[in-house]
Nanobody, 120 residues
Framework: QVQLQESGPGLVNDSQTLSLTCTVS??????????FAWIRQTPGKGLEWLGA???????YYSPSLKSRTSISRDTYKNQFSLHVNSVTPEDTGVYYC????????????WGQGTQVTVSS
């Protein structure tokens, strides 16, 4: 059973960079057809897909956030990370990491989520 756990600071200052890490257990992040994503829930937009990193290391981003977002991975630690720069209070929300297998739109496994608040 794959498990995901988000970690990172719960409070970020306006205009700074939000950085979160997802630690994966029960499976390798390089397993064929694994796609790991970052998804957030904000008061203004509901659930929003931010981007993903595939088992190959290829990355994909939401067009609306692409200019501010990067996703990377550490295969030795079996972790992947999210960085969102130039944050504003509108970036406040609960951030989730999730895993889709083969079907890239069907996220079967989710972390519990972590609250991030951007202070103005």
């Amino acid at each position: 059973q794959v498990q995901l756990q988000e970690s990172g600071p719960g409070l970020v200052n306006d205009s700074q960079t939000l950085s979160l890490t997802c630690t994966v257990s029960g499976g390798s992040i390089t397993t064929d057809y694994y796609y790991f994503a970052w998804i957030r829930q904000t008061p203004g937009k509901g659930l929003e897909w931010l981007g993903a990193i595939a088992y190959t290391g290829s990355t994909y981003y939401s067009p609306s956030l692409k200019s501010r977002t990067s996703i990377s991975r550490d295969t030795y630690k079996n972790q992947f990370s999210l960085h969102v720069n130039s944050v504003t209070p509108e970036d406040t929300g609960v951030y989730y990491c999730a895993l889709a297998i083969v079907v890239t739109t069907n996220y079967e496994y989710w972390g519990q989520g972590t609250q991030v608040t951007v202070s103005s």
